[in-house]
């Protein structure tokens, strides 16, 4: 248990839905913390889409720095189809990420019983996958030649280093010590990408010896694909790169009742910064403000907060009250607010 | 219709189970061909892990050049866990797509109605995934540093050309043109890979003026697993980067009746080298040689051989076979062989 009971929160609503889900997220957060005695105070950083066309700025120097010296960030969502894609991804959510080096991007996935799951056969789904965070396809090394022209050449550039797979491996093992099934899949693409990969798969079975306990699996992100539709409760932990993590993320999502209830943290582990949690969703622009969208992804990244920041009661009050509300969902609409209502009412006790 | 009536195919049968599947799709086109007044002349290429143990060669020069002399190519399977992660799949399988510029690489998917799909729901699923071939993160452009100490670091880079880019853009479209549904998804991921994601939107924006009849569609590849999960009847005609196409290509497959029916063609459409045709599963090692696999897959690649050289009603034929085939499967086991023999035999007529 934590002793601290005020905690500085870091705001990012962002963009589209953004906004709508983290309102609610806070309603929650606030209904469990006067609970257990802590309270959260709030800053909100109004950056995003509106931000960029009104300054043209995503996230600037000095307002990462402020952001820095809080407890923990709770995110929205990032990207408008009105910024050309990439300024906004970059500039702002890629940019905290690297900059606050959140090198364990947290997802878990898990089938609720009430909730229907696309496959017919799901099992029992409860894995979490260890995604990296601060390198791979996403770290922006990449250029183009003669744009617009016949002869233009455009690369990416995927950059792995023992030092930064040697922590994620490690943090994966760790959790899955922590978990019944004890088992670590590392998911790559060793027989293509074998510079890259060969270092995922040598880093894997090294951790691996100082953990015997842990079964270690091996799926090429190809064949991942399959199991996640076939055999989705095979898995316990994955371990894979920030690309990989990002597609198969998504489609546990699918899998798992939905991306209106995929959590994520962004954690730094070392705590040298300030994690940051955020539902996997985008912005969905396209029912942005009309208080459709489902706040259930960003509350439960507020269980995820509250259980980094050594909360642990009042992250599983939240889970709990999540879990009360999904099992008497109904086919009657709520707004995003009655959501939000409806666990914060439960989460209060 | 073909006005050739005999033709040199190359066949490598591979590893794992390539050679099992291999022998009964030869077994439905000599069926076939036979009604035709057709006759394929076979050269069989000793290629993969027994040949590498033996000579430690994948694929040399000289027979790379003796194969480029047939009119299409047979493929089984490529990679075997005795041989180092990398030196089959990019010595033997990639070589051969890069040297014969394989730069449509198609992947249809289909529910047939008596196959059981993962999906509770599948609907009327009938795409076809065009998976660029010759370029991406595929093109083994990387590197590694100071392997085996905590200073590793390993690179790789994604490459995109305008020139290469462009003609499988096109390409896809020209098959959507001929499709019922005519739509294009452009499958990438922009807001990260921005260089490359860009050459590829404009590429798909500029190539669509002049096919003012589809429909044109983006998707990051990380909703695009979301989308073949939950509304895979949406699709229909989807282009993509080598890598991306690689992953939900086996996705495909898995929710569209398993990676026992999907087929592949790696096609030249300039006809300036051979085209090679290929199951989409792998070498399974783990039941190889015990007749256990599934060969379907493999026949319905001699469909699309035969489809590309111009015999459509052959194709139509082994199409048929394969589809009565499946209408009648029970759970009842049968052999490699006995699943080829009722093939050809249908496909005899
Ligand atoms: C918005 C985008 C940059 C982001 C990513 O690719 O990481 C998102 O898809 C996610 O998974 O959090
Ligand atoms: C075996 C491997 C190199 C290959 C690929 O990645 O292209 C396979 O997965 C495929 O999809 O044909």
Redesign the interface.
């Known amino acids: 248990m934590s002793t601290q009971n005020s905690f500085k929160l870091a705001v990012v609503g962002g963009d589209g839905i953004g906004p709508e889900v983290t309102a609610e997220a806070l309603k929650v957060l606030d209904a469990v913390s006067a609970n257990y005695g802590v309270t959260f105070e709030r800053t909100e950083y109004d950056l995003g889409a509106k931000r960029w066309h009104a300054t043209g700025e995503t996230l600037p120097d000095a307002e990462l720095e402020e952001i820095r010296k809080h407890d923990a960030i709770l995110l929205g969502a990032v ?1 408008d189809p009105t910024v050309p ?2 300024v906004l ?2 500039g702002l959510l ?1 940019k905290l990420r690297f900059a606050l080096d959140h090198y364990v991007n947290l997802r878990p996935s898990k089938v609720y019983p009430s909730v ?6 799901p099992g029992e789904v409860d894995f979490v996958v260890v995604r990296e965070g601060t390198e791979g ?2 770290v922006g090394n ?3 030649l ?18 930064g797979v ?1 922590r994620v491996v490690r943090d994966a093992f760790a959790r899955a010590q922590a978990r019944p099934r004890k088992k670590v899949t590392l998911v790559h ?11 995922w ?2 880093t894997v079975d090294a951790v691996a010896t100082e953990f015997p306990e842990i079964a270690v699996d091996y799926l090429h ?3 991942a ?2 199991f996640l ?2 055999d989705p409760a095979r898995f316990d932990v994955i371990v894979t790169d920030n ?1 990989f993590g ?6 546990a ?3 798992s009742g ?2 209106g209830l995929a959590a994520s943290g962004n954690i730094n582990p070392d705590q040298t910064s300030p994690s940051m949690f955020e539902p996997v969703h ?1 912005s969905a622009p396209d029912i942005a403000g009309q208080q459709k969208a489902d706040p259930t992804a960003a509350i439960l990244s507020t269980a995820l907060l509250c259980d980094h920041l050594g909360l642990t009661e009042a992250a599983a009050a939240i889970e709990a009250a999540v879990t009360a509300d999904i099992e008497e969902r109904t086919s009657a609409p709520r707004t995003t607010a009655e959501i939000g209502d409806a666990i914060a009412k439960r989460a209060a006790g």
Chains 1, 2 share one sequence.
């Not at 229907?116 to 056969?121: I, K, M, T, V």
């Not at 003669?146 to 280093?161: H, K, L, Q, W």
């Not at 990002?246 to 489609?251: A, Y």
Request: zero cysteines; aromatic letters at 4%.
């Open positions: 990207g894609s990439g991804e970059r890629l229907g799951s696309p496959l017919a056969n396809p996403y990449g250029g183009a003669r744009v617009g022209t016949p002869a233009e050449i455009a690369t990416e550039v995927s950059v792995n280093t023992a030092y040697e693409k060793n027989n293509v990408l074998v510079y890259a990969g060969h270092l798969k040598r992100v190809d064949a694909t399959i539709v076939t690309l990002d597609i198969i993320t998504d489609l999502a699918a899998i939905g991306i985008g």
